[in-house]
């Protein structure tokens, strides 16, 4: 019975024992694993860091491409209506002109509208007195046709 004491409190002592170094190399391993962990969680940060201001750029380049690409087309959709020819010799243009300047009207520009199914409307804009706006409009059609959307821009050409 003494030597199965013995042998069982040999046996708990080297379990404890075990157990000690099991925790001492679970000990180590952890802060290992901790000290892994923040040099890679430094070299993440790094990497996204990077990656976000590459992200960054790409965007803020895509936005002016397509600001520059949209003024671009603006300007185009707005010449071919100005240069369309209204009646005989005359474009939208110089019909406009004439009708502002016989009549003492203020030309208040072009504007060009980009349309949800990707046509363009395009708007020629005249006050006549201190209240009264006049509006041309024209639609610019995928193939580049300019169609009048309205009865004064219609008026215009036949008059002119």
Avoid at 6 to 20: E, M, P, R, V, Y
Avoid at 66 to 92: D, H, K
């Amino acid at each position: 019975m003494n030597s199965s004491k013995l042998t069982l409190q040999n046996l708990t002592s080297s379990f404890s024992i075990a157990t000690h170094q099991t925790n001492k190399i679970d000990a180590a391993n952890s802060s290992l694993y901790w000290k892994w962990a923040c040099m890679n969680k430094a070299k993440y940060r790094v990497i996204l860091s990077v990656l976000s201001t590459l992200i960054t750029v790409c965007l803020v380049f895509a936005v002016n491409n397509r600001q520059a690409y949209a003024e671009s087309a603006y300007s185009e959709v707005r010449l071919s209506v100005m240069e369309t020819s209204c009646q005989g010799e005359l474009t939208i243009e110089q019909a406009l002109q004439r009708t502002i300047k016989s009549h003492s009207q203020r030309d208040l520009g072009w504007r060009v509208y980009l349309l949800d199914d990707g046509q363009f409307d395009v708007v020629r804009s005249v006050l006549r007195s201190k209240v009264m706006k006049t509006r041309y409009r024209w639609r610019v059609s995928f193939d580049g046709a300019v169609l009048a959307q309205n009865t004064k821009a219609q008026k215009l050409c036949q008059s002119a």
